[in-house]
Every structure is written in structure tokens, then in C-alpha cells.
């Protein structure tokens, strides 16, 4: 917030400005405070507009129809003057942050926070269509969190049901990937486009991706209308009530009431708006807010320094939502700087699968520069990234191999993820974390969090070990620390846990057999299972259910652990299984393929013990592969059979580790990674 200036009112009818708290091109809004000590955003317009009648009508309307609303989910107008002098609105101070600014820096809400947000809203958008208007600008910073619930702001562009659209030729009718396909074509607009809008909010809150994407605003807008939604990181249960909300035809979405009963959330679910990191937040910010209003209230009748602005803010920020105003404002001074903007995840390049009687031949490399002491190649869409023998990250694109980034500055043994497929996670030799956006390489944060070893990511955080022993969930699009909890598992950097992230759930299995899941919201654990095996499995995660090796190979319910059903091992212990639908792929003495959803076998391959046990079998297209034990090389078997199709080596010294995607195998191997084609 900045101090009043020269020309700014000091009084605007029962409220004395006390600074300025953002400017757009209609007009100026400012913090005001009534002199029984009442808080308010209050909107003007500028003195130069105050004549322009469709500027006027506009400004009119944001009052009238946010006044025609009674909810208790939406920011109520306290007072307005619409005729005669200056025009001013003043709204309700909202000083919780909005839920995109929320979203971006605490990550998506689990399960029951997206069901008490989606219940809230659409039971506000019940009192907004109750008034006779439709919204029509639903998006995430339209809704600003409050300790008492969301609040909807804005109904600068909201209509009566009758109403047809504002636009003219040119301009954009709604924010893309949030306006139904009814608004994007122009066509008339009544409740169900709001319906339409919530459902890409609550897809955008449940995984932190937008359902509709893309670097042009033409492309998000064509996909609203023809193209499906790309929920794939929300939550099963929840993506089955989004579909409908999202449906092209609007006759076929459902009432915000039918919507109302769907989302019930849990009990006592709605303290989301009480306790954790995000709850704090928002408390934080209230009370800052307060604080400053107290703090202004007791200068003199002059407007406040801007020194003394600055010291009432050495808090943090406050985000203000005002209805009308279409905006938020960070009080602080100056503004941060702009960070890059995450792009949406690129395509996936799909190769062609070989003929049933084709050679095995690379699609490309061997490219050299690849360390394979290293984790394994990760595949993230079009570029597949991998240590470099210079102990930093490159990526390459995965169609040719040719090289479409470097991090130097990366140390690629302490390990490297992705994040939805938009992200690569990795630290440095100090110990810091940084994001990269996968396609580019451009980094996009970097935090001194002091990071041992990456663990797992789930989109929404990464989960690290730090050089002082502690678990470390870090928001993976801002780099912000959602909690530190001392190391719940034996363990150390030269042995850290393998991990999978999921579903609210973090499962750690160290290398002394006992597994334990933790919260991802809060790092407390839930459940546990001692005495697993004696080295450190990689768990392996399908819907809602966690597959385990070790002593014995086994099915749990991911969110409490429960036992479905296992298997013991025999000989030797069962390595990491490999997932795909009711197919799982997993290694003891042999090479077994099972049911996912009883551990029927299915068939195996002997195999005599001559396998990497450490790595889990990797499966594309209709070919299963694992790794000969040393440097022998790989073997390839046919997923319906079993039976053995390729063999591939190549000469040199050292491990071979591998992954795939895309109908390709990625290989790293004596300084080098090549890819090769699978069979249908």
C-alpha cells in the first residue's frame, strides 16, 4: 500500500482514505476506515472517466448487482454514491489471500478442503443465481479465503439471467480456460456457464493445474469448446463430480443444490479454514490487517508517511479482495519482482512400435555425456533428462536426442523429479533446491533448504531429506516450506528411503524394512508396517492402493495401509513392482507378472537370480524390461507371454539404468543414453 498523494481525496463520504491500495485504468482504490472503525476497499473512478457514460453505467452496475446478493459468500458492498460528484463503491476489506495466490504457494487442497471449498461456492452461486444474476467471471482470484470461508468478489461483468454478452468484437468475453463454451462463442449466457466455470476452478484447486491450457489465449479457448479437460492429477472421486460440471451442453451440467450434495464434505472437514499452514496464513494476514487499520487510525488528520505505512507492514503482506474491483493487492512496497510463468505440460511424443518381426535398433544415440551412477533417465513429456558426467542435469529431446538444455549448477546424485510433468526438481552442491520448467530449462525458483536427497513428488510438493536429518515438504511451483518434520525412518544420505507420493499420502521404505506413510498436509504419519525387508524398496502407487516388494509382495490401501492381499517371497526377496492397469510386473528369483487386484500370477520368467534388483522392471508397449545383474545388459519380455523378445548390451563398464515412456526405453550406460523401440 502507498501513501495518499497530491490530488488523492482524503474523505469519500463516511470514510477517510488512509492510503492507496492499488490503480487500474478505471479508477483508484483506497483503504478507508468509518469513524466508528469500520473497514473498507473503497473504488472511484478516475476524475477524467467520471463523464464517460459506459464507463459510468459499468461502475454502477458492480454496486447494483453485488448489492442485489445476499450471501454470506460474497464480499458485501457497505456503501456506495452513484450520483452526483465522484462515483465511489466501498466493499467489504477481505484481507485473506485469494485461492490461486493460495493454491500457488501452499499447493492443491486434499480430498476434503476441495469439498468444503466446492460446497461453499456452490451454495454462493445458489444466493448469486436467487438474485437473477449469473456471475460470469468465476476463476480462482475472484475467490478471496477468508477464516470464515471463500468470498466471490467481482461482479464487474456479471448480468442479469436474461443477459447477453458485454463484449465487443476484439475483446476477450471471459478469463480463457475458465468461460463456458457458451460465453467463448458469444452465445446467451445464464447459471450454467457459472457452473461450467466452478467445475474449472475446483479441477484447478484439486491438482494445481488448469483443466484448459496453453501458451495461446486462441488454443485454451478452442479446447474449452471441442477439447477434453485435462484432469489426470485430480483425485478420482473428485474428477467423476467435475466431469459434468465441465459438460459442453449447458442442459447437461448439474444445479449448484445438485452440486451441494455431491461435495458434502466429511465431518469437520471445514476446518481447513482453522487449522494448518494454510489456516495460519490467513489468520496471519487478518490480523496484520487489523493491526495496520489500528495503526492508521491513531496518526493525525494528515494523510500517513510512507515510513511510517512501511513500519506497519513489517508483518508481511495482506491481500485485499474487493468486490468490483477484479483484483488483489500485496501490501508491500516495492512490488516483488515477476517471476516466470509455468507453462502448461508440453505434449507427449508417442513413438511407433516396431513390427512383430523387426530388429531391435536404437531410435537414437548413443548420446554421450550420461552418467549412469546416477537415478534414471526421467522422461518428463518431450525432453528426457539425465545426470551428466559433469555432475550437473541435461535434457534431451526425447524424438532425437538432441540436447534442449543443461544445469551445470544441478547435482544429479542427490536426485531429480518431476512435478505434473512441468517441473524438474533438483539441488546443488549447497544444498539448495531449484525448479526448472521441464520443456525450457528456465529456472523458476531456488530455496537454501539445505537438501540431502530428493525423495518423491506427488505435483503438489517435493518431499526432501536435509543435511540436518529433517523431512521437508516444499511447495513444487513456489519453493515454499509446507512443513519440516524430524526424519520418521532410519536412514542417512549414502542410504536415503525410497519413496512414492500420492493421494495425501508420502510412503518411505528404508533400507531396514520399516515402512511408514505419512500426511502430506501435515508430515504426521498414519500408518505403518515394520520389519518389510532388509534394503529399501521402491513403493509403487496405482489409484488408491500401494504395492510394496520386499519379504513379501503386497497390495494396501494407500490411505490407512490396510492389507488386500500378498504373496511371500521364496528364495529372495521381491524387488520394486512396476504398475500398469491390473498388471503388475515384479522380481524375485525370477521375472512374475500378476493381478494387481488379487496377486494371481499370471506367468513368469526365469530368470535364475541374474538381475539388478535394485530397479523396477519398466513396461512400454507390449514389452516388459529389467536389468541383468553388473553390466550384461537388458532383457526384454512380451507382456501377454512372458516369453523373451530382445536382449540389449552394449560394450563398456558400470550399470545400466533405465525408464520409458512414450513407446521408448530410455537407457544410460558407460557414459552414455540412448532410446530404444518396443513391441505392441
Same mark, same amino acid.
Given at each position: 500500500?502507498?501513501?495518499?498523494?497530491?490530488?488523492?481525496?482524503?474523505?469519500?463520504?463516511?470514510?477517510?482514505?488512509?492510503?492507496?491500495?492499488?490503480?487500474?485504468?478505471?479508477?483508484?482504490?483506497?483503504?478507508?476506515?468509518?469513524?466508528? !472503525?469500520?473497514?473498507?476497499?473503497?473504488?472511484?473512478?478516475?476524475?477524467?472517466?467520471?463523464?464517460?457514460?459506459?464507463?459510468?453505467?459499468?461502475?454502477?452496475?458492480?454496486?447494483?448487482?453485488?448489492?442485489?446478493?445476499?450471501?454470506?459468500?460474497?464480499?458485501?458492498?457497505?456503501?456506495?454514491?452513484?450520483?452526483?460528484?465522484?462515483?465511489?463503491?466501498?466493499?467489504?476489506?477481505?484481507?485473506?489471500?485469494?485461492?490461486?495466490?493460495?493454491?500457488?504457494?501452499?499447493?492443491?487442497?486434499?480430498?476434503?478442503?476441495?469439498?468444503?471449498?466446492?460446497?461453499?461456492?456452490?451454495?454462493?452461486?445458489?444466493?448469486?443465481?436467487?438474485?437473477?444474476?449469473?456471475?460470469?467471471?468465476?476463476?480462482?482470484?475472484?475467490?478471496?479465503?477468508?477464516?470464515?470461508? *471463500?468470498?466471490?468478489?467481482?461482479?464487474?461483468?456479471?448480468?442479469?439471467?436474461?443477459?447477453?454478452?458485454?463484449?465487443?468484437?476484439?475483446?476477450?468475453?471471459?478469463? *480463457?480456460?475458465?468461460?463456458?463454451?457458451?460465453?467463448?462463442?458469444?452465445?446467451?449466457?445464464?447459471?450454467?456457464?457459472?457452473?461450467?466455470?466452478?467445475?474449472?476452478?475446483?479441477?484447478?484447486?484439486?491438482?494445481?493445474?488448469?483443466?484448459?491450457?496453453?501458451?495461446?489465449?486462441?488454443?485454451?479457448?478452442?479446447?474449452?469448446?471441442?477439447?477434453?479437460?485435462?484432469?489426470?492429477?485430480?483425485?478420482?472421486?473428485?474428477?467423476?463430480? +467435475?466431469?459434468?460440471?465441465?459438460?459442453?451442453?449447458?442442459?447437461?451440467?448439474?444445479?449448484?443444490?445438485?452440486?451441494?450434495?455431491?461435495? &458434502?464434505?466429511?465431518?469437520?472437514?471445514?476446518?481447513?479454514?482453522?487449522?494448518?499452514?494454510?489456516?495460519?496464513?490467513?489468520?496471519?494476514?487478518?490480523?496484520?490487517?487489523?493491526?495496520?487499520?489500528?495503526?492508521?487510525?491513531?496518526?493525525?488528520?494528515?494523510?500517513?508517511?510512507?515510513?511510517?505505512?512501511?513500519?506497519?507492514?513489517?508483518?508481511?503482506?495482506?491481500?485485499?479482495?474487493? &468486490?468490483?474491483?477484479?483484483?488483489?493487492?500485496?501490501?508491500?512496497?516495492?512490488?516483488?519482482?515477476?517471476?516466470?510463468?509455468?507453462?502448461?505440460?508440453?505434449?507427449?511424443?508417442?513413438?511407433?512400435?516396431?513390427?512383430?518381426?523387426?530388429? +531391435?535398433?536404437?531410435?537414437?544415440?548413443?548420446?554421450?555425456?550420461?552418467?549412469?551412477?546416477?537415478?534414471? *533417465?526421467?522422461?518428463?513429456?518431450?525432453?528426457?533428462?539425465? !545426470?551428466?558426467?559433469?555432475?550437473?542435469?541435461?535434457?534431451?529431446?526425447?524424438?532425437?536426442?538432441?540436447?534442449?538444455?543443461?544445469?551445470?549448477?544441478?547435482? &544429479?546424485?542427490?536426485?531429480?523429479?518431476?512435478? $505434473?510433468?512441468?517441473?524438474?526438481? &533438483?539441488?546443488?552442491?549447497?544444498?539448495?533446491?531449484?525448479?526448472?520448467?521441464?520443456?525450457?530449462?528456465?529456472?523458476?525458483?531456488? =530455496? *537454501?533448504?539445505?537438501?540431502?536427497?530428493?525423495?518423491?513428488?506427488?505435483?503438489?510438493?517435493?518431499?526432501?531429506?536435509?543435511?540436518?536429518?529433517?523431512?521437508?515438504?516444499? =511447495?513444487?511451483?513456489?519453493?515454499?516450506?509446507?512443513?519440516?518434520?524430524?526424519?520418521?525412518?532410519?536412514?542417512?544420505?549414502?542410504?536415503?528411503?525410497?519413496? $512414492? $507420493?500420492?493421494?495425501?499420502?508420502?510412503?518411505?521404505?528404508?533400507?531396514?524394512?520399516?515402512?511408514?506413510?505419512?500426511?502430506?498436509?501435515?508430515?504426521?504419519?498414519?500408518?505403518?508396517?515394520?520389519?518389510?525387508?532388509?534394503?529399501?524398496?521402491?513403493?509403487?502407487?496405482?489409484?488408491?492402493?500401494?504395492?510394496?516388494?520386499?519379504?513379501?509382495?503386497?497390495?494396501?490401501?494407500?490411505?490407512?495401509?490396510?492389507?488386500?492381499?500378498?504373496?511371500?517371497?521364496?528364495?529372495?526377496?521381491?524387488?520394486?513392482?512396476?504398475?500398469?492397469?491390473?498388471?503388475?510386473?515384479?522380481?524375485?528369483?525370477?521375472?512374475?507378472?500378476?493381478?494387481?487386484?488379487?496377486?494371481?500370477?499370471?506367468?513368469?520368467?526365469?530368470?535364475?537370480?541374474?538381475?539388478?534388483?535394485?530397479?523396477?522392471?519398466?513396461?512400454? !508397449? !507390449?514389452?516388459?524390461?529389467?536389468?541383468?545383474?553388473?553390466?550384461?545388459?537388458?532383457?526384454?519380455?512380451?507382456?501377454?507371454?512372458?516369453?523373451?523378445?530382445?536382449?540389449?548390451?552394449?560394450?563398456?563398464?558400470?550399470?545400466?539404468?533405465?525408464?520409458?515412456?512414450?513407446?521408448?526405453?530410455?537407457? $544410460?550406460?558407460?557414459?552414455?543414453?540412448?532410446?530404444?523401440?518396443?513391441?505392441?
Amino acid at each position: 500500500m502507498n501513501p495518499l498523494s497530491a490530488g488523492d481525496p482524503l474523505r469519500l463520504g463516511p470514510y477517510r482514505l488512509l492510503g492507496t491500495l492499488g490503480a487500474g485504468g478505471m479508477g483508484k482504490v483506497y483503504f478507508g476506515r468509518d469513524n466508528a !472503525g469500520r473497514t473498507a476497499a473503497v473504488k472511484v473512478l478516475h476524475p477524467e472517466l467520471s463523464h464517460d457514460l459506459h464507463l459510468a453505467q459499468r461502475f454502477v452496475r458492480e454496486a447494483v448487482t453485488a448489492q442485489a446478493v445476499t450471501s454470506n459468500g460474497v464480499a458485501r458492498v457497505l456503501g456506495a454514491q452513484l450520483e452526483g460528484g465522484r462515483p465511489w463503491i466501498a466493499a467489504e476489506f477481505l484481507a485473506g489471500p485469494t485461492l490461486e495466490e493460495a493454491i500457488a504457494a501452499y499447493g492443491p487442497l486434499d480430498e476434503a478442503g476441495l469439498r468444503v471449498l466446492a460446497t461453499a461456492l456452490a451454495r454462493t452461486l445458489q444466493d448469486i443465481h436467487a438474485a437473477g444474476l449469473v456471475h460470469r467471471d468465476l476463476k480462482p482470484s475472484n475467490v478471496v479465503l477468508t477464516s470464515a470461508g *471463500p468470498r466471490v468478489i467481482d461482479f464487474g461483468i456479471a448480468r442479469p439471467e436474461h443477459g447477453l454478452t458485454l463484449t465487443t468484437t476484439g475483446q476477450i468475453p471471459v478469463t *480463457p480456460g475458465y468461460g463456458a463454451p457458451e460465453q467463448v462463442l458469444g452465445q446467451r449466457v445464464g447459471p450454467a456457464a457459472d457452473v461450467f466455470s466452478l467445475g474449472a476452478l475446483l479441477a484447478y484447486a484439486a491438482s494445481g493445474i488448469r483443466a484448459y491450457d496453453g501458451p495461446h489465449v486462441a488454443g485454451v479457448q478452442y479446447q474449452v469448446v471441442h477439447g477434453d479437460p485435462d484432469l489426470r492429477h485430480v483425485p478420482d472421486g473428485i474428477r467423476a463430480l +467435475l466431469l459434468p460440471c465441465l459438460a459442453k451442453d449447458p442442459a447437461h451440467r448439474p444445479l449448484p443444490a445438485q452440486m451441494v450434495q455431491a461435495f &458434502a464434505p466429511p465431518r469437520r472437514a471445514d476446518r481447513i479454514w482453522r487449522t494448518g499452514p494454510l489456516a495460519e496464513e490467513i489468520r496471519r494476514r487478518e490480523e496484520s490487517a487489523a493491526s495496520l487499520a489500528s495503526t492508521l487510525a491513531r496518526t493525525d488528520g494528515a494523510a500517513p508517511t510512507r515510513r511510517r505505512l512501511l513500519v506497519s507492514l513489517a508483518g508481511g503482506g495482506t491481500a485485499l479482495g474487493v &468486490a468490483g474491483a477484479g483484483a488483489w493487492w500485496f501490501l508491500r512496497d516495492p512490488a516483488p519482482p515477476k517471476k516466470p510463468v509455468i507453462p502448461a505440460a508440453a505434449e507427449r511424443p508417442v513413438a511407433a512400435v516396431l513390427k512383430r518381426d523387426e530388429e +531391435l535398433t536404437p531410435l537414437w544415440g548413443p548420446v554421450t555425456g550420461a552418467d549412469s551412477r546416477t537415478p534414471a *533417465p526421467l522422461p518428463v513429456r518431450d525432453v528426457v533428462v539425465f !545426470g551428466s558426467t559433469d555432475g550437473g542435469l541435461a535434457a534431451h529431446r526425447v524424438t532425437d536426442g538432441k540436447q534442449k538444455w543443461t544445469a551445470p549448477e544441478a547435482l &544429479a546424485s542427490a536426485g531429480f523429479l518431476t512435478a $505434473a510433468d512441468r517441473l524438474v526438481l &533438483a539441488a546443488d552442491a549447497e544444498g539448495s533446491l531449484s525448479a526448472f520448467i521441464a520443456s525450457t530449462g528456465e529456472q523458476v525458483w531456488s =530455496v *537454501p533448504v539445505s537438501v540431502g536427497n530428493l525423495l518423491a513428488s506427488d505435483g503438489r510438493a517435493v518431499y526432501v531429506m536435509t543435511e540436518e536429518g529433517q523431512l521437508q515438504a516444499v =511447495v513444487a511451483t513456489t519453493g515454499k516450506v509446507l512443513w519440516s518434520v524430524p526424519t520418521p525412518v532410519r536412514t542417512s544420505r549414502a542410504e536415503p528411503p525410497a519413496a $512414492a $507420493a500420492a493421494k495425501g499420502r508420502l510412503v518411505l521404505f528404508p533400507s531396514d524394512g520399516n515402512v511408514i506413510a505419512l500426511d502430506t498436509a501435515t508430515g504426521k504419519a498414519v500408518w505403518d508396517l515394520d520389519d518389510q525387508g532388509t534394503s529399501a524398496v521402491t513403493p509403487a502407487v496405482i489409484g488408491d492402493k500401494v504395492f510394496l516388494g520386499g519379504k513379501t509382495l503386497t497390495s494396501r490401501l494407500l490411505a490407512d495401509g490396510k492389507e488386500l492381499w500378498s504373496v511371500p517371497a521364496e528364495s529372495r526377496e521381491w524387488g520394486p513392482p512396476a504398475v500398469r492397469g491390473n498388471e503388475m510386473y515384479a522380481v524375485d528369483y525370477d521375472l512374475h507378472r500378476l493381478r494387481t487386484d488379487d496377486g494371481k500370477e499370471e506367468w513368469n520368467l526365469y530368470m535364475g537370480g541374474r538381475h539388478d534388483a535394485a530397479l523396477p522392471p519398466v513396461v512400454q !508397449g !507390449g514389452t516388459v524390461w529389467i536389468a541383468e545383474s553388473g553390466d550384461d545388459g537388458l532383457i526384454a519380455a512380451n507382456t501377454r507371454s512372458g516369453e523373451e523378445v530382445f536382449e540389449y548390451s552394449k560394450m563398456g563398464f558400470g550399470p545400466y539404468v533405465y525408464s520409458g515412456d512414450g513407446n521408448r526405453v530410455f537407457v $544410460a550406460h558407460a557414459g552414455s543414453v540412448s532410446a530404444l523401440p518396443v513391441r505392441p
